[in-house]
């Protein structure tokens, strides 16, 4: 699959999570519970159009694994289990967070990336954008200092990933928070959008990202 994407998006760079080029970014991690996560995963569907995010899901989180990956990876901070599926195959827009995120692939996909050192005055080139392909059944730890959004999917199914972030990431800012950072979208999430993308713009999202939106193309 990764040889196809590569010729199909000869313009990307774009390698395998494993690759060495990705420890800037972050790590594959060997020995999280991906069995447990892709039956909670079971429960969840990809939309017919877009992507749907649901940052927390409290039955998963009722169980073992939440204390479990709070103290194998978060150092005992409290963390929230989530998901993203989806039909994204656009950049569309960047964010980070303070901590890392946890990515498990339910389903192949490619992870559009950039380094936060290379967002210079609230601007990001799409030429500082790497792409990285994540096998079924990976997790992966994005460094906060890693610029991402939602996976691009590879095939036209769509994707399905798993997602743990720090509690609290990615819900509504409170009306004190809100206004103190131009970059600051929602709680622990500073975004730049693409000027093409109407619904961060139309929502007041700074708009950073140079140049044309990176689009992967897939084999139909």
């Not at 096998?135 to 990933?161: D, I, M, N, S, W």
């Not at 959008?193 to 929502?203: A, G, L, N, Q, Y």
Request: hydrophobic share 35%; charged share 20%.
């Amino acid at each position: 699959m990764l040889n196809v994407l590569k010729t199909l998006n000869s313009s990307l760079n774009l390698a395998d999570v494993r690759d060495h080029s990705f420890l800037q970014y972050g790590r594959v991690i060997e020995d999280f519970p991906v069995l447990k996560m892709e039956q909670l995963m079971e429960e969840t569907e990809i939309p017919r159009t877009g992507n749907v995010y649901v940052p927390s899901v409290p039955s998963w989180e009722e169980g073992d694994l939440k204390p479990l990956l709070e103290t194998t990876h978060y150092g005992g901070m409290e963390i929230q289990i989530g998901y993203c599926n989806g039909n994204n195959s656009c950049l569309n827009a960047l964010e980070y967070h303070k901590g890392s995120e946890i990515n498990v692939s339910i389903t192949d996909f490619v992870l559009l990336v950039g380094h936060l050192n290379d967002l210079v005055d609230g601007s990001f080139p799409v030429e500082d954008v790497t792409g990285f392909f994540v096998p079924r059944g990976t997790a992966v730890e994005l460094y906060q200092t890693t610029l991402h959004l939602a996976p691009c999917k590879v095939t036209a199914e769509g994707f399905k990933c798993a997602v743990v972030l720090p509690r609290g990431t990615n819900t509504p800012l409170s009306e004190e928070e809100q206004g103190k950072d131009p970059l600051l979208f929602m709680r622990n999430k500073w975004l730049i959008t693409h000027p093409d993308t109407e619904r961060f713009v139309s929502s007041g999202a700074h708009v950073g990202i140079k140049g044309p939106n990176v689009s992967l193309i897939y084999p139909e």
